[in-house]
Nanobody, 129 residues
Framework: QVQLVESGGDSVQAGGSLRLSCKVP???????MGWFRQAPGKQREEREG??????????TYADSVKGRFTISRNNAKTTLDLQMNNLQPEDSAMYYC?????????????????????WGKGTLVTVSS
């Protein structure tokens, strides 16, 4: 089991920005890492893929966040970040960091959500209009 610890969730007004971070073990440097979100009232199976990044820093984004969110890792590959700009009420959710084998990054985000095996406990983002 890989320990993942998210932070940075908060309550903001629409149009605001937040930066989420996830502490990850250095040995996951070549793994596929992702951010996913689960809106209030949704089931675990309805967790939505937001963005993922592979060991070579190739990225994938959900259409709903393209141009607003940026996923990145620090040089030491010990932090996975999600910069979120122009937040909207529909972005409100619990945000989870996930880690898995690199091949997962070649799958659609919806499929990745079902296949990641290691998850953090989440950090809550609330956006008010």
């Amino acid at each position: 089991q890989v320990q993942l610890v998210e932070s940075g969730g908060d309550s903001v007004q629409a149009g605001g920005s937040l930066r989420l971070s996830c502490k990850v073990p250095a040995f996951t440097a070549t793994w596929c890492m992702g951010w996913f979100r689960q809106a209030p009232g949704k089931q675990r199976e309805e967790r939505e893929g937001v963005a993922s990044i592979d060991g070579g820093d190739g990225t994938t984004y959900a259409d709903s966040v393209k141009g607003r969110f940026t996923i990145s890792r620090n040089n030491a590959k010990t932090t996975l970040d999600l910069q979120m700009n122009n937040l909207q009420p529909e972005d409100s959710a619990m945000y989870y960091c996930a880690a898995g084998p690199e091949f997962l990054c070649g799958l659609p985000l919806a499929e990745q959500s079902r296949r990641f095996g290691d998850w953090g406990k989440g950090t809550l983002v609330t956006v008010s209009s």
